[in-house]
T-cell receptor
Framework: AQSVTQLDSHVSVSEGTPVLLRCNYS??????LFWYVQHPNKGLQLLLK??????LVKGINGFEAEFKKSETSFHLTKPSAHMSDAAEYFC????????????FGTGTRLQVTL | EAQVTQNPRYLITVTGKKLTVTCSQN?????MSWYRQDPGLGLRQIYY???????DKGDVPEGYKVSRKEKRNFPLILESPSPNQTSLYFC???????????????FGQGTRLTVV
């Protein structure tokens, strides 16, 4: 079965400290992987994407993610959190196959404190 | 400007009164889909469409209908809404690459539906 798991439903960090949001996927097919961010009362915005090129992907606002096939992971990181990073983050996977679809993780809410 | 447009943004309706939420994209994308977002459950796919006249059920299709008569439009229809369909709905579109994987998805701004 194809699935994606975000390991933390809520993460709290202090401003200026590193951010790590974890995502694992389960599939026997090669995936495309995405991270989206949703600020309160807003739509979803693409942060970054992996589509079988470089395994370390850089996105907007200083975020990056590394695709690790052996660990089936695509964790999102940022060296230094900013207050404006407080939002909900979704890991999204598209699996190769005849039934193409986007599969969403359940989301991680990032809280940034002073 | 590339965009996905949903209407309305907010809707309050009564149980059983048919409603339609419209979705339109201007990027000539083949793939369009509808999601509902509920607290603690993330986004769950309702229906998707791979191209004109090609639609299929997602994970939570009960109580919903869709149609894809034109490439740009993908309306979501609730024939007889019930309170458990109160949710935040998103429409999305993307293209499909040669490996039959979705490229980046573009999302509408969302429709907050309340059924009383």
């Amino acid at each position: 079965a194809q699935s994606v798991t975000q390991l933390d439903s809520h993460v709290s960090v202090s401003e200026g400290t590193p951010v790590l949001l974890r995502c694992n996927y389960s599939s026997s097919y090669s995936p495309s992987l995405f991270w989206y961010v949703q600020h309160p009362n807003k739509g979803l915005q693409l942060l970054l994407k992996y589509t079988s090129a470089a395994t370390l992907v850089k996105g907007i606002n200083g975020f990056e993610a590394e695709f690790k096939k052996s660990e089936t992971s695509f964790h999102l990181t940022k060296p230094s959190a900013h207050m404006s990073d407080a939002a909900e983050y979704f890991c999204v996977v598209s699996f190769t196959g005849t039934a193409s679809k986007l599969t969403f993780g359940t989301g991680t809410r990032l809280q940034v404190t002073l | 400007e590339a965009q996905v447009t949903q209407n309305p943004r907010y809707l309050i309706t009564v149980t059983g009164k048919k409603l339609t939420v419209t979705c339109s994209q201007n990027m000539n994308h083949e793939y369009m889909s509808w999601y509902r977002q509920d607290p603690g459950l993330g986004l769950r796919q309702i229906y998707y469409s791979m191209n004109v006249e090609v639609t299929d059920k997602g994970d939570v299709p009960e109580g919903y209908k869709v149609s894809r008569k034109e490439k740009r439009n993908f309306p979501l229809i609730l024939e007889s809404p019930s309170p458990n369909q109160t949710s935040l709905y998103f429409c999305a579109s993307s293209s499909i690459n040669r490996d039959r994987r979705n490229t980046e998805a573009f999302f509408g701004q969302g429709t907050r539906l309340t059924v009383v």
